[in-house]
């Protein structure tokens, strides 16, 4: 998996799901076992702090024998005005193995935008 991501936008208070798949870079492309692992998913300001966070079992499920992971972010977790601290915000996906190892799998900018429902 590349872990040059793209960025992902998405609109204040609504809700916003993507799912990524970890396999070998090998010809047949075999999925990474994810059993037992922890996934982290942080949205972080360019001071480093977090804005937004999901975890394994909190908004991310796994897919161990697929390689998958699923992130779901909630319309709450974005709700209300987009302040200045947005601007410029990043993310990053990291899958902890129980060995202790550590992969950060995604990385990249997080654009929230107002929306023009409120309520």
């Known amino acids: 998996m590349s872990n040059q991501a793209p960025t992902l ?22 999925p990474v076992d994810l059993t037992g692992c922890a996934a982290t998913f942080v949205v972080a300001t360019t001071q480093g702090t977090a804005l937004l966070t999901c975890e394994t079992g909190d908004g991310i499920e ?3 024998s697929e390689g998958s992971i699923n992130v779901h972010i909630r319309p709450e977790q974005t709700a209300g005005a987009v302040s200045p601290e947005w601007s410029g915000a990043r993310y990053e996906l990291r899958i902890t193995f ?3 190892d550590v ?8 654009q929230l ?5 409120h309520g």
């Open 9 to 30: 936008s998405m609109v204040a208070g609504t809700t916003y799901r993507f799912s990524a798949t970890w396999a070998s870079e090998d010809t047949a492309a075999t």
């Open 62 to 64: 796994l897919a161990p």
């Open 98 to 100: 129980p060995s202790g």
């Open 103 to 110: 992969y950060s799998l995604l990385r990249g900018h997080f």
């Open 113 to 117: 935008t107002p929306g023009v429902i």
